[in-house]
């Protein structure tokens, strides 16, 4: 008998367990995905050419707000819960409304979906968004493509906003490249640092597809995890890292405790500036939850370009949209700054939201005087730039990864904030990467 089954995903998970294991199982008939977390990606198809055979029409998306009713519609046999960075009572919730409507609830295994490339993989994930993956990320590239010499590309966790059939697979090495793959800014805020390091990045829909065109210029894949999700390749090294700032998630949050307990290394990033109790709580979860693993801690140390145009302005700050979202984040790098060189006050961007933004700020409300840089869609965009500029500030101070200044067309000064990946002391994580890829014949 064929299992009806619905895919509850975010864009992204979702469309990689179906690749690897749904799109081609006789055993199963997905009927639709559902979409949640990003903004106005639901109404579309995932498409008959990324599909298969099974699926000549494609397979539709709702919004995940229809599960209930769409288990009922179809009498669906299965639902499989594939997106990250929830906790665990809204797994759960998810869980009771599937059950209760008759359908069995299901989370694929980590490493089921993991494929094997046949070069060397490191993989950089996190138990958070905003924990600090990225600048993980270009510290390990920078390493190994300036230092040791080796061909890297780094494959990120998927973001295809689009339009799918464009999105297969994306290779993203120039500025031009953001213009013809029409990227948003959050995929910008994920490249564009990388890119500007001379660095490769391949993202997409069929990471099948992607670890092949990777493998044929690398030497070396870093996989560049997104949220708290788990790699999609098998990792030869999986680095994750923890955020003191919200210490204890790293056991609520799901699926970053997998993560947790799968890491070869755990970075505890923000030492800098979280409290040590908070620092001390994390070590503690990693020593009960994976002891094997190799403690390091880290900073993400705060640059402005001219920080004291911040000293005595009322300022506007604007942060990684997904960090303090769905992530969660109580502040974010900008709001750093603006304490550390003295703003007079910051402003609350709320009072100056419309369209889209002011929808953002109603869904979640902890975000406070931060703007969120949302940029899923182009009306977003025009709405987060009227935002700016109406905003009753002196400075607008942003440390968003891209550079929104050329993205966006602001009314106001601005001035950029920077973060990058340090050693808070021994042991360095440059010293682990070597001595594991040399442990493995890869050095």
């Known amino acids: 008998m064929i299992e ?150 780094v494959v990120r966790h998927p973001m295809p906003y689009g339009d799918l059939r464009k999105q297969v697979v994306q290779r993203l090495s120039s500025y031009e490249d953001f213009e013809s793959n029409k990227c948003t800014i959050e995929e910008r805020e994920e490249y564009e640092p990388l890119v500007e390091r001379g660095i490769t990045v391949y993202a997409g829909i069929d990471y099948g597809l992607i670890l092949d065109r990777a493998e044929s210029e690398a030497d070396i894949i870093i996989w560049d995890g997104g949220n708290n999700d788990t790699p999609f390749y098998f990792p030869d090294l999986h680095i994750v890292v923890f955020d003191p700032h919200r210490a204890g998630h790293e056991l609520l949050y799901y699926p970053g405790e997998t993560n947790m307990i799968m890491a070869d290394v755990a970075v505890i990033n923000k030492v800098d500036t979280a409290p040590q109790a908070k620092v001390e709580e994390v070590a503690k979860n990693i020593a009960e939850g994976n002891p094997a693993a ?8 705060i640059t402005a370009d001219d920080p004291e145009r911040i000293r005595g302005r009322r300022v506007l700050v604007i942060e990684d949209g997904p960090s303090i979202t769905h992530g969660g984040m109580p502040f974010g790098a900008a709001t750093i700054a603006a304490r550390k060189f003295g703003a007079a006050a910051i402003v609350p961007a709320q009072q100056f939201a419309v369209g889209s933004i002011r929808e953002t700020f109603e869904r979640y409300p902890h975000i406070g005087n931060q703007l969120p840089s949302m940029g899923y869609s182009e009306q977003q965009i025009k709405d987060l730039e009227a935002t700016i500029n109406r905003a009753d500030c002196d400075l607008v101070v942003f440390s968003t990864p891209a550079d929104l200044s050329c993205m966006l067309q602001v009314n106001r000064p601005t001035i950029r904030v920077r973060y990058e990946y340090k050693d808070h002391g021994p042991p360095f994580l440059q010293d682990i990467v070597v001595k594991r890829l040399e442990q493995k014949g890869i050095l």
């Open 294 to 301: 190799t403690v390091v801690l880290a900073e993400s140390p």
């Open 4 to 153: 009806k089954v619905i895919i509850v995903g975010a864009a992204g998970r979702d469309f990689h367990n179906f690749n690897v294991y749904f799109r081609g199982n006789p055993r199963y008939r997905v009927v639709a995905f559902t979409a949640a977390q990003i903004p106005n990606i639901e109404g579309r198809t995932y498409p008959p050419e990324l599909a298969g055979e099974l699926y000549p029409d494609g397979v539709p998306i709702y919004p995940e707000r229809d599960m209930a009713d769409l288990i009922r519609e179809h009498r669906i046999d299965l639902v499989a819960f594939s997106y990250s960075d929830v906790s665990y009572r809204h797994v759960m919730h998810k869980a009771a409304i599937a059950m209760a409507e008759g359908a069995d609830f299901i989370l694929l295994g980590a490493t089921y979906t993991m494929l094997k490339s046949s070069k060397p993989v490191i993989a950089v994930c996190a138990v958070r968004t905003g924990a600090g993956k990225s600048q993980t990320t270009r510290k390990i590239a920078s390493l190994l493509k300036d230092e040791l010499g080796k061909r890297v590309v």
